[in-house]
């Protein structure tokens, strides 16, 4: 299983970052499809999140 993980930045603030593994986001069995949905899911946290800017996404085995 894959999931998405975030590193964001602060909009004021761009040189503090931190990593977020949003937990609302679903888990996909592949790499492929993870990278291949994940996009929406990226736009949807940025829109819940004004204040913060999405340096990178990118899908990761949980706990790797």
């Not at 593994?21 to 819940?48: D, F, G, K, Q």
Request: with cysteine.
């Amino acid at each position: 299983m894959f999931e998405l993980v975030l590193v964001i930045c602060l909009a004021m603030r761009p040189d503090q970052c931190a990593i977020e593994r949003p937990p609302s986001i679903e888990r996909y069995p592949t790499a492929v499809e993870c990278t291949r949905n994940s996009y929406v899911h990226v736009v949807h946290w940025l829109m819940e999140h004004p204040k913060w800017n999405v340096r990178q996404w990118r899908c990761e085995q949980p706990g790797a």
